[in-house]
Antibody, heavy 121, light 112 residues
């Protein structure tokens, strides 16, 4: 069965970076985009960007351009999301999600369990 | 402000029917992009509930249905059950936002 397993909770100081991982299993890792979505406590879902594991191509939400980097290691079927210049407003649960479809039909059929990233001095 | 607008909350008694709206614009739903819905139970990751406007993944009860009109989409839940109490999010694509996937702000469903 498809599973996305994320790394554990992280605590960082303002200005630092964090890199979270998402290990895929149960399907061919390079066959589907991985997206990252975050959710601050008590808030809604916020899409951050996508990565194609086969090509390494990425696309980021305008809000995160310049601060986020999405990469992958195909040999271990793992996707990574690194966010830099952290501020307190980046405190959130970060989810990876597998995407289905192309440009007009694009949805998330499997999600990781989420990583809490806390930014605090 | 979310690109897709949902009511912050809806409620209904067990057995009743509720509908959650998701209102977009000419750059997303109105441009023909499909709408998908997710259910997020407290303390858990979102789960795909409806895809491509009105399709249910395997395992989702047929009490859940979706529809779409010009610039809006709707999630309808019939025969409300206590376990349906959750947050619900719509999601689509917006061509004005550089290939952005966009979510609605979410709707909290309370089963009275």
């Amino acid at each position: 069965q498809v599973q996305l397993v994320q790394s554990g909770a992280e605590v960082r100081k303002p200005g630092a970076s964090v890199k979270v991982s998402c290990k895929a299993s149960g399907y061919t890792f390079t066959s589907s985009d991985i997206n990252w979505v975050r959710q601050a406590t008590g808030q809604g879902l916020e899409w951050m960007g996508w990565m194609n594991p086969k090509s390494g191509n990425t696309g980021y939400a305008q809000k995160f351009q310049g601060r986020v980097t999405m990469t992958r290691n195909t040999s271990i079927s793992t996707a990574y999301m690194e966010l830099s210049s952290l501020r307190s407003e980046d405190t959130a649960v970060y989810y990876c999600a597998r995407a289905v479809g192309g440009p007009k039909i694009y949805y998330f059929d499997y999600w990781g369990q989420g990583n809490l990233v806390t930014v605090s001095s | 402000q979310s690109v897709l607008t949902q009511p912050p909350s809806v409620s209904g008694a067990p057995g009743q029917r509720v509908t959650i709206s998701c209102t977009g614009s000419s750059s997303n739903i109105g441009a023909g992009y499909d709408v998908h819905w997710y259910q997020q139970l407290p303390g858990t990751a979102p789960k795909l509930l409806i895809y491509v406007n009105n399709n249910r993944p395997s395992g989702v009860p047929d009490r859940f249905s979706g529809s779409k009109s010009v610039t809006s989409a709707y999630l309808t839940i019939t025969g409300l059950q206590a376990e349906d109490e959750a947050d619900y999010y719509c999601q689509s694509y917006d061509f004005r936002l550089s290939g952005s996937r966009v979510f609605g702000g979410g709707t909290k469903l309370t089963v009275l």
